[in-house]
C-alpha cells in the first residue's frame, strides 16, 4: 500500500512557512521537512526527575574485586614500556 504525499500542502508549508528557496525545498526529504515543520518529536530531554527515578531503579552497586575491564592484563608478562615479554624494547635500544 503507498502513501500519497500533499505535495502542495507540503511545498506551501516549505516555501512560504518556512521561507525556503525551491531548490532547498527539493533537495529535503519529506522526513526532513517534517522535521523541520515539527511534526516529528525527538525523544524529551531528560529531567532531573527522570534522572533520580532511573538511579533509584538502577543503582551503582560496588563490585568487590577490579571493575569490568580493569584489570584487562591480569596474568599477562609485563611488557613495561612497550617492550616485549623479555623487557627488549622496540625498534632496538637507542642513545
Do not use: Y
Amino acid at each position: 500500500m503507498s502513501r500519497c504525499l500533499d505535495w502542495p500542502g507540503l511545498m506551501q508549508a516549505g516555501l512560504k512557512g518556512l521561507g525556503l528557496l525551491p531548490a532547498d525545498f527539493w533537495r529535503l526529504s519529506p522526513l526532513e521537512l517534517r522535521i523541520m515543520l515539527g511534526a516529528e518529536t525527538l525523544a524529551p530531554a531528560l529531567t532531573r526527575a527522570r534522572l533520580d527515578e532511573l538511579a533509584r531503579a538502577f543503582p551503582d552497586v560496588k563490585q568487590e574485586g577490579p571493575a569490568h575491564g580493569a584489570d584487562r592484563n591480569a596474568g599477562r608478562p609485563d611488557r613495561g614500556a612497550g617492550g616485549d615479554a623479555d623487557g627488549h624494547g622496540r625498534g632496538g635500544d637507542r642513545l
